[in-house]
């Protein structure tokens, strides 16, 4: 059965399920994985967000389909070149929704814009007088994007230095390149997280603030990066030996810390974009310096 609007728990069961080295087939009614020698496991739909498919892992039509029907996102990511890949539900959202949601968000996007960027730096501990009156002195989203970008460049050095590593941010890593690889698969983890989150309310995660003119899946994005820093970073640089599995163990992990307070955020988020009142920035409010 197809979950209902806004159907979206907060429970000890895993955000999202990584798999590889099987093939995902229905059998009986039930949506499992087969693999091999070690048998079969099944996958229950209504505990999870998406179901993200690894190296040497297939879907048969027939399981796609059924998990297109319990609104259950796939994301696919295979060796070092990771490309997210999202199963948009066959169920429709309200036009009339959609439309409300975009007109709010383009009305309101500078402002949405600084208090993302604004709240990013809030929840790393490092806003300061000094970035949030710079912030708030950015007149349009090419100088809020350009704001951040030079930023994110000093977190990326940070992080080197902090973990004594050369580093330099490459999209198309090899297997030799274990950083940017783990950021690869990692940021597109969280992209679906965050683009799940987003069917569950009926919200696009399309609709642009910061990114999202030039590519699908600008909210994702966004809303991605007020986590990024925080959740992915160390497990990235991190130069312990772990298999993609370990990772994404990881990874899940860190979004259960603090009785899933990133997700719950995340949540709220969402809500307030895809509701007709407009309280996000009463959401992303911070305390003044």
């Not at 990584?18 to 091999?36: H, P, S, V």
């Not at 967000?49 to 879907?59: H, K, P, Q, R, Y």
């Not at 696919?76 to 429709?92: E, P």
């Amino acid at each position: 059965m197809s979950k209902r609007p806004y159907d979206f728990l907060l429970s000890e069961k895993e955000p999202f399920q990584y798999i590889e080295k099987a093939r995902i087939m229905m059998k009986d009614g039930f949506l499992t994985a087969m693999r091999g020698k070690e048998g079969m496991q099944i996958i229950a739909p209504s505990s999870l967000m998406f179901l993200m498919l690894g190296a040497g892992t297939s879907i048969t039509q027939e399981a796609a389909i059924f998990c297109a029907q319990n609104d259950l996102q796939l994301s696919f990511a295979k060796g070092g070149s990771n490309i997210h890949t999202i199963w948009m539900s066959g169920r429709y959202p309200n036009p009339v929704s959609l439309i409300n949601q975009i007109t709010k968000i383009e009305k309101n996007r500078l402002a949405y814009g600084k208090s993302l960027l604004i709240y990013r730096f809030h929840l790393l501990k490092r806003l300061t007088k000094e970035n949030y009156h710079q912030i708030q002195a950015l007149t349009n989203i090419n100088e809020i994007l350009l704001y951040e970008a030079r930023w994110a460049k000093s977190i990326y050095r940070e992080f080197a230095i902090k973990y004594k590593v050369e580093f330099t941010r490459n999209t198309n890593s090899d297997h030799t390149d274990y950083i940017n690889e783990r950021l690869n698969i990692l940021n597109n983890a969280l992209y679906s997280l965050v683009t799940a989150i987003c069917y569950a309310v009926h919200l696009s995660p399309s609709i642009a603030i910061l990114h999202g003119e030039t590519r699908r899946g600008g909210l994702a994005f966004d809303l991605a990066d007020l986590m990024k820093t925080k959740i992915i970073f160390d497990l990235a640089f991190n130069s312990e030996e772990v298999k993609t599995t370990k990772l994404m163990h990881n990874f899940a992990n860190k979004l259960k810390e603090n009785n899933q307070e990133n997700l719950k955020l995340l949540l709220n988020i969402c809500l307030s974009l895809a509701s007709e009142e407009d309280n996000l920035l009463d959401l992303l409010k911070v305390s003044e310096l």
